[in-house]
């Protein structure tokens, strides 16, 4: 039975945080402005989303390999905005 909750509690944490980006990106999409956004702090998210998602691939955990391939997606898509918006 803990292993059922564990699943689904690591579902919803991996849902919410991967989703937690999107409306970042439509905001800056839409407005084509991202001054008040760091560099430096997407830099060392993306990096850390990319070591989680190699270590989920070590470890062949499906959705962590999931969860941390659409989050690095996202944050590589705000970064590259924060690039080219300034």
Do not use: C
Not at 57 to 86: C, D, F, V
């Amino acid at each position: 039975m803990f292993d059922f909750w564990a699943n689904v509690v690591s579902a919803i944490a991996a849902t919410l945080t991967t989703l937690a980006f999107v409306p970042q990106a439509f905001h800056i999409l839409r407005h084509k402005e991202t001054r008040a956004i760091s560099l430096w702090m997407y830099v060392t998210f993306a990096t850390g989303v990319a070591a989680w998602l190699t270590f989920g691939i070590m470890i062949w955990n499906w959705p962590m390999m999931i969860a941390n391939t659409i989050t690095l997606s996202l944050a590589l898509a705000i970064l590259a905005m924060k690039i080219r918006y300034g």
